[in-house]
């Protein structure tokens, strides 16, 4: 991948509604260069899409946990995903090696609303569970791109990446 697009890429990750003419003045491209190498990346599938990242404590999810699941018998078709996918508290599900089959990151209200969900994860994938509740978030779904050097300037201040040497 050209060292151009993963700038363009570090610029979206950071501010996925960043305008073809930000790209284009970030990157030295023209507005309409911009436009194309996006829609490319688009096209490849490197860009999966954009959407909005929403709090879950301002929708009344306050507890976000981590299960992991198995299924009861080895012998258990590995059709839990979809067993399970209609339980909209499950925000992320991962293939994991190891003794357990699945990683779900699952979100809820309370400890309550936990156990119901931890149950209709039970019901509905025929699976046993072993729950690890997240106490706080220091961070999450970070970019794996460095931070591009306009947006380490926040509100016309230098951060610790860019100390102030104003005098």
């Given at each position: 991948?050209?060292?151009?697009?993963?700038?363009?890429?570090?610029?979206?990750?950071?501010?996925?509604?960043?305008?073809?003419?930000?790209?284009?003045?970030?990157?030295?491209?023209?507005?309409?260069?911009?436009?194309?190498?996006?829609?490319?990346?688009?096209?490849?599938?490197?860009?999966?899409?954009?959407?909005?990242?929403?709090?879950?404590?301002?929708?009344?999810?306050?507890?976000?946990?981590?299960?992991?699941?198995?299924?009861?018998?080895?012998?258990?078709?590995?059709?839990t995903?979809?067993?399970?996918?209609?339980?909209?508290?499950?925000?992320?599900?991962?293939?994991?090696?190891?003794?357990?089959?699945?990683?779900?990151?699952?979100?809820?209200?309370?400890?309550?609303?936990?156990?119901?969900?931890?149950?209709?994860?039970?019901?509905?994938?025929?699976?046993?569970?072993?729950?690890?509740?997240v106490?706080?978030?220091?961070?999450?779904e970070?970019?794996?791109?460095?931070e591009?050097?306009?947006?380490?300037?926040?509100?016309?201040?230098?951060?610790?990446?860019?100390?102030?040497?104003?005098g």
């Amino acid at each position: 991948m050209e060292s151009l697009d993963r700038q363009i890429l570090a610029l979206l990750a950071h501010d996925g509604r960043m305008s073809y003419t930000d790209i284009g003045r970030e990157t030295g491209l023209s507005t309409s260069a911009a436009q194309q190498r996006v829609r490319r990346l688009e096209q490849r599938g490197v860009i999966k899409g954009y959407r909005a990242v929403i709090d879950p404590a301002s929708i009344g999810a306050m507890l976000t946990a981590f299960v992991q699941i198995q299924p009861f018998a080895a012998d258990q078709p590995d059709d839990t995903p979809e067993l399970v996918s209609h339980i909209p508290q499950i925000v992320s599900c991962y293939s994991v090696a190891g003794e357990t089959s699945y990683l779900l990151k699952v979100q809820a209200g309370n400890t309550v609303e936990l156990e119901h969900l931890l149950a209709e994860i039970r019901a509905a994938g025929k699976v046993s569970t072993n729950t690890t509740v997240v106490l706080s978030i220091p961070y999450e779904e970070r970019s794996m791109l460095p931070e591009p050097h306009s947006a380490r300037l926040s509100n016309g201040r230098a951060t610790e990446a860019e100390p102030d040497v104003a005098g």
